[in-house]
């Protein structure tokens, strides 16, 4: 997803946009919404040399949401009940309880996996291929109207 907005603030290389907010926004929660109602999407990466008061294109990765909200929930509940059903089995046999073996190394399971999504989460979002990145600079804020693209050999 492709939006417009306004730098206004430049970080290193990111930089904080104020986004006009299109149709596909709605409910995204991609952005935070300011007192006035503005939509500020922060810590976007920019490799295009965008500088306060520029107006730029800001491309949002499609379906971010969805793979995120996998590994959230989905990776740690498959393996609370992989988790369970390894104690369940290995707790009858090793003369346990096996409810009781089950719901800790389900437990234990699911921390685990809690635990290696985070990991994970940090090594991708360090790579910055799913974060919203500046795709083109429409006008600089001292009123030339350049359009310059992102060089990705940056």
Known sequence: MIEHGTVVAVRGTNVDVVLAGSSACQGCSACSASDSGELLLRDVVDR???????EVEVLIPEGLRMKAALAVYG??????LLGYLAGFLLGSRLGMEPDVAGAVLGVLAASAALAGTRFAERVVMRGGRFSPRVHAILSRGSGRNDVVPE???L
């Open 151 to 153: 060089n990705d050999d």
């Open 75 to 80: 990776v740690p509940l498959a393996s609370l």
């Open 48 to 54: 295009a040399g965008a500088n306060l008061g520029d």
